[in-house]
Nanobody, 138 residues
Framework: QVQLVESGGGLVQTGGSLRLSCVAS?????????????MGWFRQSPGKEREFVAA???????????FHSDSVKGRFTISRDNAKNTVYLQMNSLKPEDTAVYYC???????????????????????WGQGTQVTVSS
């Protein structure tokens, strides 16, 4: 069982920035290391389905093998620090439509997906955090 704990959410004005963090529990990796996990960020607004925001492939360092949804491309950046068992989501130029609960997710299958499609699916991920609220005021 992997435990994921998100932090960094809050209230920000339009155009502002936030950085979300997600720390994975090192005690429950069951022989795997954090670096072998594909990691993702998703968000959910009231009355809407959970949607993909960004993902980063396993065994990569910040800046490599990342995917972002069209709605956040150019504004949000996912990165990871494997030494700290942490994945980040830097969010710039925030808009009111970015308001949602943001969830961190981990895929423990140790699988390299050649297609970005698999990184955008909630079904790909085995573990989820409890979520952190991001509210952008207009």
């Amino acid at each position: 069982q992997v435990q994921l704990v998100e932090s960094g959410g809050g209230l920000v004005q339009t155009g502002g920035s936030l950085r979300l963090s997600c720390v994975a529990s090192a005690q429950t990796f069951s022989g795997q290391t954090f670096s072998s996990y594909n990691m993702g960020w998703f968000r959910q607004s009231p009355g809407k389905e959970r949607e993909f925001v960004a993902a980063i492939r396993r065994n990569t360092w910040s800046g490599g093998n990342t995917f972002h949804s069209d709605s956040v491309k150019g504004r949000f950046t996912i990165s990871r620090d494997n030494a700290k068992n942490t994945v980040y989501l830097q969010m710039n130029s925030l808009k009111p439509e970015d308001t949602a609960v943001y969830y961190c997710a981990a895929d423990a299958s140790n699988t390299y997906y050649s297609s970005s499609y698999f990184y955008t699916r909630t079904q790909t991920y085995d573990y989820w955090g409890q979520g952190t609220q991001v509210t952008v005021s207009s």
